[in-house]
């Protein structure tokens, strides 16, 4: 953890640009004082660590659809979409028949 350092910003209502380096890419980016004073009013203790492209890169990322892959069902015959690489000597099911699987199973 590294985050010792940024104790002492909150406080103070006179922001200044800062410039950081973003953790993810590297590159140099601006803390503006706009987005200081909005850390600060929600009680952000902490500087961003990555720059804005990379953080909404993240947010976009999580909130994407998953890749899916699309298979063969090995017991309808329907169009299976998964999310992993199908291996050819597993058999792959359709979210239908997966359920009834899994449920026939318990
Ligand atoms: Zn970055
Ligand atoms: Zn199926």
């Excluded at 999580?62 to 699309?70: I, L, N, Q, V």
């Excluded at 299976?80 to 026939?104: G, L, M």
């Amino acid at each position: 953890m590294f985050e010792e350092e940024n104790n002492n910003a909150v406080n103070d209502t006179q922001f200044v640009d800062e410039t950081l380096v973003c953790k993810d890419c590297g590159k140099e980016f601006v803390f503006t004082a706009g987005e200081q004073a909005f850390y600060a009013e929600k009680g952000f203790l902490n500087k961003p660590k990555a720059c804005k492209a990379c953080r909404d890169a993240k947010k976009n990322a999580s909130r994407a659809p998953r890749e899916y892959f699309t298979a063969v069902c090995a017991d309808c015959g329907g169009e299976a979409r998964i999310t992993f690489q199908p291996s050819p000597d597993r058999p792959v099911y359709c979210s239908a028949c997966f359920e009834k699987r899994k449920n026939a199973q318990e």
